[in-house]
């Protein structure tokens, strides 16, 4: 399946300061990719959808000025969480939608990143 | 109407049997319906998916079974093994447009020798 790469894997910071993650598609140029935020023991609940050169589209509930997104390249979307705060922490996982020869309708997810906030 | 319910919730089985995951959905808008599996701490992987005009797809040990009339698929896992042990994802999507994915709840899975 294709690959797709999230950075970093883990991350701990102060409450106040912002933390950016990566998600790269590594052998596929991704024309849409997604933000989801998974808490423990719950499903994935998506926070943005995003497509290359493009603003991205937030879920309902989901503060842009927050959770900022950048999709700047087909390989490369960022999500920064700005201000962040205790309730931030949760586990956020990227996924990416590729085309050419690979399948348009399926979905590629990272394999996340679990941020933490003191 | 965008919901996916799944169950159940979490299901035990014995090494060598075959575990069952349900779902059913009501957008009939969904044309594509594909299975993650996720580990602890790690992203969903996907595990098979199936489209509506088909009724049965296996890969391996792995196989959906999809009712289009009664808006249900369920996933079979045959000669279940401790490494199978996980949580299981039903999803559901539009082909095109954006693919908003809904998932299902999630379904753990522990599979004992």
């Known amino acids: 399946g294709a690959v797709v790469s999230q950075h970093p894997s883990r991350v701990i910071c102060k409450s106040g300061t912002s933390v950016k993650i990566e998600c790269r598609s590594l052998?596929?140029?991704?024309?849409?990719m997604f933000w989801y935020r998974q808490f423990p023991k719950q499903s994935l609940m998506l926070m943005a959808t995003?497509?290359?050169?493009?603003?991205?589209?937030?879920e309902q509930g989901v503060e842009k000025d927050k959770f900022l997104i950048n999709h700047a390249s087909l390989t490369l979307s960022t999500l920064t969480v700005t201000s962040a705060h205790p309730e931030d922490s949760s586990f956020y996982i990227c996924?990416?939608?590729?085309?050419?020869?690979?399948?348009?309708?399926?979905?590629?997810f990272g394999p996340g990143t679990r941020l933490t906030v003191l | 109407q965008q919901q996916v319910k799944q169950s159940p919730q979490s299901l035990i089985v014995q090494k060598g049997g075959i575990s069952i995951i349900n779902c059913a959905y009501e957008?009939?808008?969904?044309?594509?319906f594909p299975w993650y599996q996720q580990f602890p701490g790690k992203g969903p992987a996907l595990l098979i998916a199936?489209?509506?005009?088909?009724s049965e797809k296996k890969e391996g040990r792995f196989t959906i079974s999809f009712n289009k009339s009664a808006k249900q698929f369920s996933l079979h896992i045959m000669d279940s093994q401790p490494g199978d042990s996980a949580t299981y994802f039903c999803?559901?999507?539009?082909?095109?447009?954006?693919?908003?994915?809904?998932f299902g709840t999630g379904t753990k899975l522990q599979v004992i020798p």
């Open positions: 996924s990416a939608r590729g085309q050419g020869r690979k399948s348009t309708d399926t979905q590629y």
């Open positions: 052998d596929f140029q991704a024309t849409t």
């Open positions: 995003s497509n290359e050169g493009s603003k991205a589209t937030y």
């Open positions: 957008n009939t808008a969904f044309d594509y």
């Open positions: 199936i489209r509506p005009d088909v």
């Open positions: 999803a559901a999507l539009t082909s095109g447009g954006y693919q908003k994915v809904t």
